[in-house]
């Protein structure tokens, strides 16, 4: 195997033994990483706490900007070896992961990949929540028997990279991203910079299982994600300077509408499902017209 190194970063207590089972489960891959970096979010007591607990893992602050993806940065800057494979503190690789990931680097035209995320509820799924939107909770949405393919994104929560082409792009944006209530697509945004000069495959055999919440199965929260990721792509599509024109995000919505209507049209929890993907469209729309209107330049008058 090329050589790895595994960076897991975490910020919240409430998130510690999900951590334990992340570590142990990211040393005990065959082969194993050459290094676990778990970095710390601006927790002094978590940081100290995971010092104490992992003797074999490099544990670090994250002094920088505060968020996920400072945190990621952090690690990157650690590592030696030519690979950083990216996994979250509430997700825990199941046996084969990294191996998985790493495999389609042998072709030297990828520069980076990324693994299916599949929901490990804390209580029961929403019956009302559609699988097009697993994305609101962290998880990724496959279809079964799917092969390794070419993508234009990945998730952050599974993923992995040359370290050179990562380190050439500055890493992720900084104070772009997931911090407190303010969620942006800093993984897509990283991944059509990197994909300039290379191309990012989708390894669907690469899994975590990524803890989710009840605090995060509520009508409320869906639409909060929702409303964030219309203004995060509007934001990320500015930032980007117009290369990219978020054509997935176009055959995404033609084909969750399509979806949506036909769902509707059923009884039951089928149109449960189809009323909560018009409601989720419905708040990101609002969130794209939001962030288009609060962050049009000022003309000051002649």
Same mark, same amino acid.
């Given at each position: 195997m090329t050589g790895v190194t595994v960076v897991i970063p975490c910020h919240s207590d409430r998130e510690?033994?999900?951590?334990?089972?992340?570590?142990?489960?990211?040393?005990?891959?065959?082969?194993?990483?050459?290094?676990?970096?778990?970095? /710390?979010?601006?927790?002094?007591?978590?940081?100290?706490?995971?010092?104490a607990a992992f003797p074999r893992t490099t544990v670090v602050r994250n002094t920088g900007s505060r968020g996920a993806s400072g945190a990621r940065n952090a690690g990157a800057r650690?590592?030696?070896?030519?690979? @950083?494979?990216?996994?979250?503190?509430?997700? /825990?690789?199941?046996?084969?992961?990294?191996?998985?990931?790493?495999?389609?680097?042998?072709?030297?035209? @990828?520069?980076?990949?990324?693994?299916?995320?599949?929901?490990? =509820?804390?209580?029961?799924?929403?019956?009302?929540?559609?699988?097009?939107?697993? =994305?609101?909770?962290?998880?990724?949405?496959?279809?079964?028997?799917?092969?390794?393919?070419?993508?234009?994104?990945?998730?952050?929560?599974?993923?992995?990279?040359?370290?050179?082409?990562?380190?050439?792009?500055?890493?992720?944006?900084?104070?772009?991203?997931? /911090?407190?209530?303010?969620?942006?697509?800093?993984?897509?945004?990283?991944?059509?910079?990197?994909?300039?000069?290379?191309? =990012?495959?989708?390894?669907p055999g690469a899994v975590v299982d990524h803890g989710v919440p009840a605090t995060h199965t509520t009508y409320r929260y869906f639409l909060r994600r929702c409303y964030a990721e219309g203004r995060g792509k509007v934001s990320m599509a500015r930032l980007l300077g117009g290369r990219d024109d978020l054509a997935v995000e176009s055959d995404w919505l033609r084909d969750t509408v399509r979806s949506s209507v036909r769902r509707l049209a059923r009884g039951g929890a089928e149109r449960r499902r189809g009323g909560a993907a018009v409601t989720g469209l419905a708040a990101a729309s609002v969130g794209a017209a939001v962030e288009v209107l609060t962050t049009l330049p000022v003309r000051t008058p002649r």
């Amino acid at each position: 195997m090329t050589g790895v190194t595994v960076v897991i970063p975490c910020h919240s207590d409430r998130e510690w033994d999900g951590l334990v089972r992340t570590v142990a489960a990211a040393h005990a891959q065959v082969p194993p990483p050459d290094a676990v970096v778990v970095v /710390v979010d601006h927790n002094d007591g978590l940081f100290e706490r995971a010092r104490a607990a992992f003797p074999r893992t490099t544990v670090v602050r994250n002094t920088g900007s505060r968020g996920a993806s400072g945190a990621r940065n952090a690690g990157a800057r650690l590592a030696t070896t030519p690979l @950083v494979a990216f996994v979250d503190g509430d997700a /825990v690789p199941r046996p084969g992961w990294l191996a998985a990931l790493l495999a389609p680097f042998a072709d030297p035209r @990828v520069t980076g990949t990324g693994g299916r995320i599949v929901p490990a =509820w804390a209580g029961a799924r929403p019956g009302w929540l559609p699988d097009e939107f697993l =994305w609101t909770v962290g998880a990724s949405h496959l279809p079964d028997g799917a092969a390794d393919h070419r993508v234009r994104n990945v998730w952050s929560g599974n993923m992995a990279v040359r370290r050179d082409a990562f380190v050439a792009v500055g890493g992720f944006r900084d104070g772009f991203g997931k /911090v407190g209530n303010r969620s942006r697509p800093e993984d897509t945004d990283l991944c059509v910079r990197m994909g300039r000069s290379g191309e =990012w495959r989708l390894v669907p055999g690469a899994v975590v299982d990524h803890g989710v919440p009840a605090t995060h199965t509520t009508y409320r929260y869906f639409l909060r994600r929702c409303y964030a990721e219309g203004r995060g792509k509007v934001s990320m599509a500015r930032l980007l300077g117009g290369r990219d024109d978020l054509a997935v995000e176009s055959d995404w919505l033609r084909d969750t509408v399509r979806s949506s209507v036909r769902r509707l049209a059923r009884g039951g929890a089928e149109r449960r499902r189809g009323g909560a993907a018009v409601t989720g469209l419905a708040a990101a729309s609002v969130g794209a017209a939001v962030e288009v209107l609060t962050t049009l330049p000022v003309r000051t008058p002649r």
